[in-house]
Antibody, heavy 121, light 105 residues
Framework: QLQLQESGPGLVKPSETLSLTCTVSGVSVSRTSFYWGWIRQSPGKGLEWIGTIYYSGTTYYNPSLNSRVTISIDTSKNQFSLWLTSVTAADTAVFYC?????????????WGQGTLVTVSP | EIVLTQSPGTLSLSPGERATLSCRASQHVSSSFLAWYQQKPGQAPRLLVYGASRRATGIPDRFSGSGSGTDFTLTISRLEPEDFAVYYCQRDSSFFGQGTRLDIK
């Protein structure tokens, strides 16, 4: 059964780098039909797409975050990761990892449960 | 950048009623890559519709999507108690609309 699980620190200090990993089980991240993405949701707010990666390492980032975001993929561990630099309180959010399916119109068809990251001194 | 605007912001209806949610794009969006999601409190979003009109696996047929160009609609034909949630549209596997909250009247 396909599962995605976010992991990483729940508390990050301002100006530091947020780092999260998504561990995928039930499907290989190297499958050509899928891309892998990060989406966040600030408390009480809507969904914000952060970026997407393909197994080859090709990445697509939200221009509003582009200068601070890096997404990488480790096919040997079946994981992909997010780094967000120079965080502020505005980056406090629930972070979701998700699978983008080419079959399902490039929509995110499977999501992790989400992990709350709080930016605070 | 193409912006998605959802309306209304909040929709208050009763179980059994029909819900019509709108997603309008500031420029043409390929219907092949327009998706709708449902999110309940404390849960991850769930894919309902992709390709503007194709139901995702396991989604009841009371949910239907339509539209093209700049105007897209998600319709719930007869609301069930579990349908009261927030709904988001998304374009091109990237940007989301701001959401429509569907409340019980």
């Amino acid at each position: 059964q396909l599962q995605l699980q976010e992991s990483g620190p729940g508390l990050v200090k301002p100006s530091e780098t947020l780092s999260l990993t998504c561990t995928v089980s039930g499907v290989s991240v190297s499958r050509t039909s899928f891309y892998w993405g990060w989406i966040r949701q600030s408390p009480g707010k809507g969904l914000e797409w952060i970026g997407t990666i393909y197994y080859s390492g090709t990445t697509y980032y939200n221009p509003s975050l582009n200068s601070r975001v890096t997404i990488s993929i480790d096919t040997s561990k079946n994981q992909f990761s997010l780094w967000l630099t120079s965080v502020t309180a505005a980056d406090t959010a629930v972070f979701y990892c998700a699978r983008r399916s080419q079959v399902a119109g490039r929509a995110f068809d499977y999501w992790g449960q989400g992990t709350l990251v709080t930016v605070s001194p | 950048e193409i912006v998605l605007t959802q309306s209304p912001g909040t929709l208050s209806l009763s179980p059994g009623e029909r819900a019509t949610l709108s997603c309008r794009a500031s420029q043409h969006v390929s219907s092949s890559f327009l998706a709708w999601y449902q999110q309940k409190p404390g849960q991850a979003p769930r894919l309902l519709v992709y390709g503007a009109s194709r139901r995702a696996t396991g989604i009841p047929d009371r949910f239907s999507g339509s539209g093209s160009g700049t105007d897209f609609t998600l319709t719930i034909s007869r609301l069930e108690p579990e349908d009261f949630a927030v709904y988001y549209c998304q374009r091109d596997s990237s940007f989301f609309g701001q959401g429509t909250r569907l409340d019980i009247k």
